[in-house]
């Protein structure tokens, strides 16, 4: 029996090789996500965005996060602290807004 060995270098993409129809499919994404929150007064025209707009950021999503993605163990634990870093730090903000403004807000009840 072979073996098939997978070099993982080889299937991964450096940062400063951009592929230019993935930036370009996602500068699309992001004007027809805009256009949908403008086109009210044009409801074909929102309808038909809406079948595929969030598909195609969901598929540019995927492709690069299994391009850039080196290492999942690595991966999952640094967005776990980079999250909650500042999850932190908002919670924090958030109680002391709460404690300085308190008094203030029994005024209002």
């Known amino acids: 029996m072979s073996e098939v060995v997978v070099n993982p270098q080889s299937m991964q993409l450096k940062a400063d090789k951009r592929v230019a ?4 499919a996602r ?4 004007i027809l996500v805009i256009l949908v929150h403008f086109s009210n007064d044009f409801p074909y025209l929102k309808a ?8 195609l950021l969901f598929f540019i999503s995927g492709f ?4 850039y993605m080196k290492n999942v163990k690595k991966f999952v ?19 002391i807004f709460v404690y300085f403004t308190r008094d203030a807000y029994r005024l209002y009840i």
């Open 48 to 55: 038909m965005i809406y079948t595929f707009h969030v598909p």
């Open 77 to 95: 634990l640094d967005e776990i602290k980079r999250i909650s870093i500042l999850y932190w730090a908002l919670l924090g903000m958030g109680n």
């Open 27 to 30: 500068g699309v994404g992001v």
């Open 64 to 67: 690069v996060f299994n391009s």
């Open 21 to 24: 129809w993935v930036d370009m």
